[in-house]
Nanobody, 123 residues
């Protein structure tokens, strides 16, 4: 089994910054793409940014220039730097990892999700 633990959320004023972290642990044979998603109350979860294990990042257009995704493969950790935050960025942020869990003789591939971390931006 694999677990993802997020940290770094909190309360910040508009224009401020936060850095979210998501550390994966457990029976990880290979870590594939990782990503950050967010969910507004009453809405479906939406992608914010994703990153391959080679470090290639993809963002939705509205995030470009303000948010930066990165990862440390040695630590199985993905980060999301949030800059120039706006009240409309207020949401629960989730990380997701595409993982081959198991060992080289037998492993299965599936997505795992973190528990979510609240980001609240005040005006």
């Amino acid at each position: 089994q694999v677990s993802l633990v997020e940290s770094g959320g909190g309360l910040v004023q508009a224009g401020g910054s936060l850095r979210l972290s998501c550390a994966a642990s457990g029976s990880i044979f290979r870590m594939n793409d990782m990503g950050w998603y967010r969910q507004f109350p009453g809405k479906q979860r939406e992608v914010v940014a994703t990153i391959t294990n080679g470090g290639s990042a993809t963002y939705i257009d509205s995030m470009k220039g303000r948010f930066t995704i990165s990862r440390d493969n040695a630590k199985n950790t993905v980060y999301l730097q949030l800059n120039s935050l706006k009240p409309e960025d207020t949401a629960v942020y989730y990380c997701k990892a595409d993982v081959n869990s198991g060992n080289r003789f037998f492993n299965t591939r599936r997505d795992f999700w973190g528990q979510g971390t609240q980001v609240t931006v005040t005006s």
